[in-house]
């Protein structure tokens, strides 16, 4: 796997203690990863950047080795504002005051936030295989209920879908993977081990409760008023949902100053696992400047 020559360490954020891995040198560049997964979904192209780039692989919270807050009403601590809290806190911990970021999925809406929340801290920002929070409900459709149905379920009330989860928790999580070979042998065990643990299925249901309630009016209240200073990437799965749903770039326009983007050819939407290769050379081309 690519993490070889990665420390993995742990560290608290005075509100979660994060598992991450940390590797390479050269300037400050944070990896999140998306649901269902962890941060080893960044093994097959993490060593590669960490030639260019000082690499820091966290699990959010909630997911993976991170810790899991206890959760309120109104879902804020599984919100994408305060897993965006995390990584501020958790990079200049590390003496990194300004990086960029890539996020894939749920890292790719916690990054797009923290560039929201703390314009200071994001230089570039590249996020993969989503559109805004806000604007997955307000399009959503017929299409989305049948193929993306997991968002609604997930954000029922406790305890309904954590009940049915927990009896086939990875294949639940897994069912649009069935049978795939791309995932790393190490990555995909991480996945298997943390879907284990109760906490952690509670944890997803509550980010996607957080995305349907808290991370909707975040969004809106942004809406027209702030605009992603930082240059701004986005890549999506040329096979995947969301190229076929949206014109992707059109929805993100509004929200940033300086877009960019594009498909990764022969990928759904595990594109830094099912393309490894095409999804590095983007990024590293974008984190460049080239």
């Known amino acids: 796997m ?7 360490e742990r560290m608290s954020t005075g509100e979660a203690v994060l598992r991450f891995r940390q590797g390479g040198s050269g300037p400050p560049l944070l990896l999140l ?15 590669e950047l960490a030639k260019d780039f000082t690499v820091v692989a966290p699990d ?7 810790s899991k807050p ?9 919100s994408k504002r305060a897993m965006a809290r995390d990584m501020v806190a958790l990079m200049a911990a590390l003496g990194f005051e300004r990086f ?12 797009y936030r923290m ?26 459709d017929r299409r989305f209920a049948l193929g993306y149905w997991h968002w609604s379920f997930l954000a029922q009330a406790h305890p309904f879908p954590e009940h049915f989860i927990a009896a086939d928790p990875v294949h639940f999580a897994f069912r649009i993977a069935q049978g795939a ?16 643990d109760p906490a952690v299925i509670h944890a997803m249901c509550e980010d996607y409760r957080a ?21 701004t990437q986005v890549l999506w799965g040329a096979k995947g949902a969301v190229g076929h749903w949206y014109d992707v770039l059109e929805v993100w326009r509004p929200w940033c100053e300086d877009l960019r983007g594009q498909a990764i050819e022969g990928a759904g939407h595990f594109l830094a696992e099912e393309k490894p290769a095409e999804t590095l050379a983007a990024l590293r081309g974008f984190l460049l400047g080239r």
């Open 2 to 8: 690519s993490f070889e020559g990665f420390k993995l």
């Open 33 to 47: 990863h998306g649901y269902p997964q962890t941060h080893m979904m960044w093994g097959q192209i993490a060593g």
């Open 60 to 66: 959010l919270r909630g997911y993976g080795g991170s």
């Open 70 to 78: 206890a959760t309120t009403p109104d879902h804020e601590p599984y």
């Open 100 to 111: 960029d970021v890539a996020g894939h999925d749920r890292g790719g809406r916690t990054a």
């Open 115 to 140: 560039a929201l929340d703390t314009p200071q801290a994001v230089g570039r920002l590249s996020v993969l295989d989503i559109i805004p929070t806000a604007d997955v409900w307000r399009m959503a």
């Open 181 to 196: 070979t791309y995932f790393e042998p190490a990555a995909y065990a991480d996945y298997v081990q943390a879907l284990a």
């Open 211 to 231: 995305g349907a309630t808290y991370d909707v009016a975040a969004d809106e209240a942004d809406r027209g008023v702030k605009k992603i200073a930082a240059p």
